[in-house]
């Protein structure tokens, strides 16, 4: 099971940091990537890490977002800075065991999702 947390209602250009914490799982043998899904749009990939630490950014986030992930608390995390009204969504992370992936069907485990508002 994951779930995450760290969502809510935010301005423009402030910072906010996502969790997804694992049980009945050891995080450090997937990969884990975190999605979003605004109103009417299709889940679309955010950023992801694999099992050796390489990190992985769509294109909109680059150089604003940053993943990571403590192993000791068994937590991936979504450090979001300089967000902007279009980040408006709900994010999800979720999870592969032993690689990762850039396409929701690639990942067979998912938390419920976090709401993140960005007002301008």
């Known amino acids: 099971q994951l779930v995450e947390s760290g969502g809510g209602l935010v301005q423009a250009g402030n910072s906010l940091r996502l969790s997804c914490t694992a049980s009945?799982?050891?995080?450090?043998?997937?990969?884990v990537g975190w999605f979003r899904q605004a109103p009417g749009k299709e889940r679309e990939f955010v950023a992801a890490i694999s099992r050796n630490g390489s990190t992985f950014y769509a294109d909109p986030v680059k150089g604003r977002f940053s993943i990571s992930r403590d192993s000791t608390k068994n937590t991936v995390y979504l450090q979001m800075m300089g967000l902007k009204p279009e980040d408006t969504a709900v994010f999800y992370c979720a999870a592969k065991f032993l690689s990762w992936g850039r396409t929701p069907p690639d990942y067979t485990t998912w938390g419920q999702g976090t709401q993140v508002t960005v007002s301008s």
């Open positions: 009945g799982r050891a995080l450090i043998f997937y990969g």
